[in-house]
């Protein structure tokens, strides 16, 4: 079952780069980015529509729920929107393999972070030498690909 997972988390690291391209196109398009963000979210918005089918829609059941979640798991809509802004208006400028590789590392060191405090909910999970050397191996790897 680990291997689903592991092809899910590939799908999501494909997807990173083919949507900032495609969020940059339609910016280049459009030339005005809230437009083209609401376009984004639109669409987004109909494929979780499509997904109530095979996976139902419990709002009912969950908005009681709501008064137990922590404040800081309400940010994710703030932190898509702010990648989403960050996507479209300076992949096309950075290039995607600068723009992507720097969105990883920077997920990488955060990552890392956020295990080794716990935080967010996340299981402890010290940031040993071996994980703070992988996470200095990436920055070596974003100053490879964005410079030469």
Not at 45 to 68: E, H, N, S, V, W
Not at 86 to 113: E, P
Not at 123 to 144: D, H, N, Q
């Amino acid at each position: 079952m680990h291997w689903l997972l592991a092809l899910f988390a590939v799908l999501a690291g494909i997807s990173n780069p083919l949507q900032s391209g495609s969020n940059s196109a339609l910016l280049k398009t459009t030339q005005a980015p809230i437009v083209a963000a609401f376009i984004v979210y639109t669409i987004g918005t109909l494929c979780l529509l499509a997904c109530i089918p095979f996976l139902g829609f419990q709002l009912k059941a969950t908005a009681a729920k709501l008064g137990d979640v922590p404040w800081w798991a309400y940010i994710g809509g703030i932190c898509n929107a702010l990648f989403l802004m960050c996507s479209l208006l300076i992949t096309k400028k950075l290039g995607s393999a600068t723009f992507t590789t720097i969105v990883v590392i920077s997920a990488v060191i955060t990552s890392v972070l956020l295990d080794h405090f716990g935080l967010l909910g996340f299981e402890v999970r010290p940031a040993t030498g071996l994980r703070i050397i992988g996470a200095g191996l990436s920055v070596i790897g974003v100053v490879l690909i964005a410079v030469f």
